[in-house]
């Protein structure tokens, strides 16, 4: 019996061995992960694990020290560039190396190769959209420039030294999770990193659905409920500033601009949670007499965090911000002359072409009254446990057609049969730009470095301590006529095509302003006098007009109410809203609850805070009322999918036209609709569905609770490695644009002058590893509104008492 009993022990512990060590269905292996000699136990971290510490590592010039705060922020010092680059590219993927792989796998069309065929699709798309393209072009431009190419070269070597020295033990415990491991680091993942960023930045497209919307309402009517210029705008290049430059002559659109109008798919929607907030406050405001710089770019939260601080000193540059990880440089940051941050511009850089083949080879397309010869790239998808999928993506001299007609797009959003001419595909060499922002010192040196940076367009907002500030929508704009890429085009008219670009030197830029400070939030550019045409929709304009309103009233400017101002949370769209929509409601049709619930809205101060149950009602409720007032006239169908006009041109038709045939439901042809009955009617549907998910109105309605901000690994659904339902304030189209899954994903505050003093934080931490201490230790800082002192060292031997480590890399 006991032979019997020891032998099923065997056969059983056989079993599970075997069972371990595959993958079932979706789940991953979990033998390595559960090894007691390489499993995730491995990972875990203290604080202080060894103070000093020196390792040789092949590929650095000299040596270079790495002092860590109490943060865990690395400040390197290095006697040349290189090995600066060197050890900001082993200090980042000791932190982040998985990462920084994931993202570039992302972006190269890979998950495939990681999680089996249920990412083909995904993968496909990214291809086909001409993510590697786009890449390889990138970096044909980086590496033709001599200082870009060397920066490029001692990053990757760094995080191949890093590599190196891994074993399976060492392993992020993501490689452990998913079953896989580390490969070596190549230069052309930097351009994909890069690529990611263009394509969450400067992807999003309306003209399927305008193209949809057009052809059925007409042009007079889609002009009037989807204008070029909001009817109350703030533009980030105030109103009046004169244009010191001869604009080069405009392409002239073709006589019919008309084009397809057979559409039934839409393009990916841009998340109205990618944003960004900055701004600089000019010397005679400040209490010191110098400018103040501010910046929280707003991107989606997750757990790595987007952002890592570094700091970088050589005997070129003492520069600290935060990097992207996998990517060389500080992108936002400061120097003891400058400082320097980024919002998003939201330019038009994607059209979308109608191709027409000459037959079914696809051989050939027309253009311009000839036939020319399509292009074929093959793409392979390697699969994790299945054969590769082999793709042909068909390239034409707009770009690649993303998918044929007979294609299935992927999640039926893509256009079909068109061809897609996008900015992520131009030759760039955006490395270039932040390295000599990095270095700069002059407000030229700032001019200079932006020339040559191409895409995503930033908004990029300066100060130094020569008291000089300015701003500049940024990046290379595509010279096209107005409204050029509002709809779909055709791709047989040369006259369709991009005819060059914007001079740099003529980008919207403006220094100094009177008012006293510069700023942006996403909204327009400029007023409509700048003779050049960047988009005809940009964000809503609350956050920019908050900001202004409150930078105009400010005297004394401190650091400390910079911070407020970032952490602002009061709803400027209520504020302009509510006194239009509250008389119109008829409380006689209302119930008890929805009384109770209107008496709440009224005495609501607009503050946008975590306890606020007005503002829940509000954001739900001008919900509903969009969907009131315009789902009857552009109804959901996925055949042909329209939008709706944006909140602003709602406000006006709320605000101005109370009587307009928009508030009728054209479902119901017995009876006409009226502005009272649309209000009322929607704000009844908003209460009884809070009602609904959240019981009677009372403390369970609390905006943080029912927004449930939370900060999300990169795995989908794993929780444990994620922060749920943290409790802050704000949300869309206020200043604290803290949403469900995006907002401040950096804060920093610059004090400028002779002894530069910074302060930032991000929610989360330094390392990626969720074993670590420093993965999640910013977070409560974070959600406070609080920022850190960026601890801003002058030379390796200057004393602080939050240096807590130091590594030394030695040839």
Known sequence: MKV????????????????????????????????????????????????????SVKGAREEVTILFDDLHVPHIFAKNDFDAYFAQGY????????????????????????????????????????????????????????????????????????????????????YKLLGYAPEPWTPIKVAFLLKQMTQTLAAGADDLMMTNVRQQLGPALTANLFPDYPFKEDPIIPVGTRWDFTPVKLPAPP??????????????????????????????KTAMGYPILANDPHLTLSLPSIWYQVQLVTPTMNVYGVSLPGAPGVIIGFNKDVAWGVTNVGADVLDFYKIRFRDNRRQEYWHDGKWKPVRRRIETIRVKGKPAVVDTILYTHHGP??????????????????????????????????YLLNRAKTYDDYVTALSYYVAPAQNFVFANAAKDIAISPNGRFPLKWRDQGKFLLDGTKAANDWQGWIPAAQNPRVKNPPRGFVSSANQSSTDPTYPYYINWEFETTDRGMRINQRLTEMQ???????????????????SKFLPVLLPYIQEKDLSDPQKQALKTVRQWNYQQDTASVAGTIFVDWISRLEDGIWA??????????????????????????????????????NRQETIQEVVTNSFRATVDSLVKQHG?????????????????????????????????????????AAGRRAGPSWRMIVQTGPNVRAYGVFPGGQSGNPGSPYYLNMLETWRKGDLYELLYLKSVTEKSPRIQSTLQLTR
Do not use: C
Not at 560 to 566: E, I, P, T, Y
Not at 642 to 669: A, G
């Open 556 to 574: 004394n400017v401190t650091v400390d109410s910079l911070r407020h101002l970032q952490n602002d949370v009061y709803n400027h769209q209520a």
């Open 91 to 174: 200090a980042t993927a000791r932190d982040r190396l998985w990462q920084m792989e994931f993202q570039t796998h992302a972006a190269a069309g890979r998950i495939s190769e990681l999680i089996g065929d249920r990412a083909v699709e995904l993968d496909r798309y990214n291809r086909r959209l001409g993510m590697a393209y786009g890449a390889e072009k990138s970096l044909e431009g980086m590496s033709n420039d001599p200082v870009s190419k060397s920066v490029l070269d001692a990053y990757t070597a760094g995080i191949n030294a890093y590599i190196d020295q891994l074993k399976p033990a060492d392993y992020p415990i993501e």
């Open 632 to 669: 009857d006239d552009f109804p959901d169908d996925a055949n042909r999918p329209l939008r709706y006009p944006n909140t602003d041109r709602t406000l006006q038709l709320v605000t101005e036209e109370p009587t307009s045939r928009w508030f009728d439901n054209v479902q119901t042809p």
């Open 696 to 736: 009677p109105l009372g403390k369970t309605w609390a905006w943080a609770d029912h927004k449930g901000t939370s900060v999300r690994h990169l795995i989908p659904g794993l929780d444990a490695f994620s922060a749920l339902n943290v409790q802050i304030g704000g949300g869309r189209g206020i200043v604290n």
């Open 255 to 284: 006589p019919n601009i008309e084009t397809d109008s057979s559409v039934v798919l839409n393009w990916q929607p841009h998340d109205p949670g990618i944003g960004s907030n900055n701004w600089a406050v000019g010397p005679e």
């Open 401 to 434: 057609v993303v998918y044929l007609p007979e294609d299935k797009p992927f999640r039926n959003n893509i256009p079909t049969g068109y061809a897609a001419r996008w900015i992520a595909h131009e030759v760039d060499n955006g490395i270039k730009t932040f």
């Open 4 to 55: 019997l009993k020891a032998l099923l022990s065997l056969f059983i512990s056989i079993g599970v061995t075997v069972a371990l060590n595959q993958p079932w269905g979706s789940v991953p292996a979990l033998g390595r992960l559960l090894s007691p000699f390489e499993g995730f136990w491995q990972n875990a971290e203290t604080v202080g694990q060894s103070s000093e510490q020196k390792i």
